[in-house]
């Protein structure tokens, strides 16, 4: 008879036992926030520093934080053309501090190329918006 309530008791703390998370990789699509890393401990001789992941893809709506992992100077610079790397002025932030992060919320579809004025040769990303 013990072994009958031990077995209901373990039923019953299973059934109401809420179900573990399963995070999903950064920048996956639907997200409403996306976190982007600033990094210069890249391991890459060629592209020292970076932006950690370099594209990802949200819904309309839905934000992208930029956080600079390190205490380089850098800025996230929205540009029309990501071959061009010129800015197009819908946002620019200095990051110039550990820890220091930038938010921008995406409300049109689009494909929105930015980059790092000071590592503008390597350090570039883009932020797809879908409906």
Request: net charge negative.
């Amino acid at each position: 008879m013990s072994r009958m309530w031990i077995l209901v008791i373990l039923l019953t703390a299973a059934c109401g036992a809420p179900e573990p998370a399963t995070p999903g990789p950064q920048g996956t699509e639907g997200a409403d926030v996306v976190e982007v890393r600033l990094t210069c401990a890249t391991g890459d001789p060629q592209a020292p520093c970076a932006f950690r992941p370099a594209e990802v893809s949200i819904r309309v709506g839905g934000m992208v934080r930029w956080i600079n992992d390190d205490a380089t100077y850098h800025t996230v610079t929205a540009s029309d053309r990501i071959d061009l790397r010129v800015p197009s002025g819908r946002f620019d932030a200095v990051l110039d501090e550990a820890a220091e992060t930038f938010s921008h919320t995406f409300t049109e579809p689009g494909t929105y190329a930015y980059y790092c004025q000071p590592h503008a040769e390597f350090m570039a990303g883009v932020v797809k918006v879908d409906q």
